[in-house]
């Protein structure tokens, strides 16, 4: 997958380019449905499939106090894309001055000249331009003029609900990492590094790696069943997301996982963390023996996951 930041770094001839846009946090099933479609017809036309997306998300320069924390870091993003076969990503840098183009603008200077597109795929609630005064029939309208095919893609509902970023961001500031599996078709994870913590976890006979995580998201506080990616190796773990209040005063949200084999010093290692079903509340409780019992039960709980599950590690 070719990745540009400009959009004069797009090679000069594109056969057939096929786009879609939007700032696809998470590359949750109902992305993976119009990027999938934008493919397939690529495929069929012997064209380019090609995504256009956005960096930093729009609120943060528009509304910082209500942009969302993203489910992503843009490298995972760029990962999850390339690994369902797009051909060419663009990252637009979103500033107040391209907050200023009009849809119009946007469909004539961004859309077909630069991007040269020839068809467009797009979801029923994708918008764009100043104030987002373009939708998909303005879209459709401005297609028309300009000999551009603009379509629209179904959405994909789970049970009774449309699935979005918005929804999967609720849910895991709830902990329901099991449910997000199956909306994004695949773990939650974050990535980050490896770094030295207070030692207390080996003190209790469950030594941890802490984290210290790139992602602006995590799961709400608990304790969860985790694979961890790390020293070239899958190791399956129970991780903690939370202040430690039976121990830690400060209030700090930490991430720290027990890895349930025994492994090597993995300081300053990096780890991708993937989080696949919620044990329990973080609690606090009336000291560590009763937090150590309470972990051994949770690493119990875990190992029968992995065992009833089938989940590599």
């Known amino acids: 997958m070719i990745v540009v930041r400009d959009f004069g770094q797009l090679p000069s001839s594109l056969s057939y380019p096929v786009l879609t846009i939007g700032n696809f946090d998470g590359v949750h099933r109902g992305h993976r449905q119009i990027i999938r479609t934008v493919i397939e017809r690529a495929r069929e036309k012997n064209g380019t499939a090609m995504v256009l997306t956005f960096d930093p998300h729009p609120l943060k320069v528009l509304a910082p106090e209500k942009a969302p924390g993203q489910i992503q870091t843009l490298e995972q993003k760029r990962v999850a894309l390339e690994e369902i076969g797009v051909d060419i990503l663009v990252i637009a840098s979103f500033t107040l001055e391209f907050s200023r183009i009009t849809a119009r603008q946007f469909a004539e200077d961004v859309v077909c000249r630069k991007l040269g597109a020839r068809e467009v795929h797009i979801g029923r609630h ?22 551009l095919e603009v379509r629209e893609v179904p959405e994909i509902h789970y049970r009774h609900f449309r699935i979005s970023s918005t929804r999967i961001r609720q849910f895991l500031r709830d902990g329901r990492v099991s449910l997000v599996r199956h909306l994004l078709d695949r773990p939650f994870s974050i990535q980050g590094r490896v770094v030295p913590g207070a030692g207390l976890g080996r003190q209790l006979g469950f030594p941890t790696a802490n984290v210290d995580s790139e992602n602006e998201l995590l799961p709400g506080h608990g304790v969860y069943v985790t694979l961890a990616h790390v020293a070239g190796a899958s190791r399956a773990g129970v991780t903690n997301v939370g202040v430690r209040p039976t121990v830690d005063s400060s209030g700090r949200t930490q991430v720290e996982t027990h890895l349930l084999d025994a492994a090597p010093n993995l300081y300053g290692q990096p780890i991708r963390l993937e989080f696949y079903s919620r044990l329990r509340g973080e609690k606090k409780y009336g000291g560590v023996d009763q937090l150590s019992r309470a972990i051994g039960r949770d690493v119990d709980r875990a190992l029968r996951y992995f065992r009833c599950t089938g989940v590599r590690r």
């Open 126 to 147: 994708f918008v764009f331009g100043h104030n987002r005064e373009g939708n998909v029939e303005l879209l459709k309208a401005l297609g028309r003029e300009r000999g």
